[in-house]
């Protein structure tokens, strides 16, 4: 009937009226709690990283007090610390990035030094690895594609003899055509095995002229985990390399549609969903900023 409210409006009406009233409270009871993904949103530390370098612990707690679940480390020599100090201030650490080379650029067969990676997340009660960028000597070919996939899939069978599902995080430069007109996301995605998944950023695949919500359709049981970062409008799509600095934005704050990102999530299986943003004047500001957001939208 006309006069009732659907769901999401009368939560989205709640929590501005919340935040309006409080603004300073934590967004957490804001968030709809027919959506897990926003009652458990993780934030990408690699967002904060230059907080993290003069204070673990006061970014940490910065990132809870603003009503993120859960967070994903990026290595560092800090990593142990991050993923301590969030568990201390009730944050989950499900997921981390990790030195990609342990797997693209293997010291041994046996891929050693990435098994130490995953004894070390077994260690910390972690669920997924993931595979963050390739060098750009690493993915001039189609070629090159392939023997990143037949190593990662090797890789992934060795997380997952220990319960870590292994993914590959995307960027835009693997949507740029090749020789042969094939891209290196087509590669990944014909030679990647069943047990090898991608964490898809929604941002990288829309500077790549993609659409994020065609993608993930396409990838239906694929994608093991999403980052959630928006585009600047009136940037000429595609930008394979070179993004300025301000194309990252808040979510909400540029063009790409989130509500849409987030229903399908579930339906295609994706695990968890984290903000990130790679480059921002007032990284804190922003990761507040994308979060209330996520509580209004």
């Known amino acids: 009937m006309a006069v009732l409210m659907n769901r999401r409006r009368f939560f989205h009406a709640t929590a501005v009226s919340a935040l309006a009233l409080t603004p300073s409270a934590p967004l957490l009871a804001a968030l709809a709690p027919d959506d ?53 201030h009730g944050m989950a650490v499900n997921s981390m990035h990790f ?18 990676t995953v004894d070390e997340a077994k260690g910390h009660g972690l669920s997924h690895l993931v595979i963050p960028y390739l060098d750009a000597s690493q993915r001039k070919t189609p070629d090159d594609y392939k023997k990143v996939a037949a190593h990662a899939n090797k890789a992934a069978a060795l997380a997952k003899a220990s319960g870590i599902q292994l993914a590959y995080h995307n960027h835009s430069f693997e949507f740029e055509p090749m020789a042969g007109g094939a891209t290196g996301f087509d590669v990944l995605i ?11 950023d929604v941002f990288w695949v829309k500077a790549g002229n993609v659409e994020p919500v065609d993608l993930m359709k396409r990838l239906r049981g694929r994608v093991s985990q999403l980052h959630l970062k928006d585009l600047k409008a009136g940037l000429a799509l595609p930008i394979y ?4 600095a301000d194309g990252f934005k808040e979510l909400g704050a540029g063009i790409i549609p989130m509500e849409p990102i987030i229903k ?24 507040r900023q994308s979060l209330k957001y996520l509580a209004t939208m």
């Open 241 to 244: 390399a070179n993004m300025p």
């Open 99 to 116: 030195d990609w080379n342990t797997v693209v650029a293997p010291k041994d067969e046996a891929m050693s030094d990435f098994q130490k």
């Open 264 to 287: 399908l999530a579930a339906d295609i299986g994706v695990d968890h969903c984290h903000v990130e943003q790679d480059q921002s004047p007032d990284a804190l500001a922003s990761v």
């Open 190 to 200: 014909a030679e990647f095995s069943p047990g090898m998944k991608f964490e898809l």
């Open 36 to 88: 897990r993904y926003r009652a458990a949103i993780g934030l990408q530390l690699y967002t904060l990283r230059n907080e993290m370098a003069k204070d673990v612990e006061g970014t940490i707690k910065a990132v809870a007090e603003a009503g993120y679940k859960q967070v994903e480390p990026y290595r560092s020599p800090q990593t142990a610390d991050m993923i301590k100090m969030a568990k201390e």
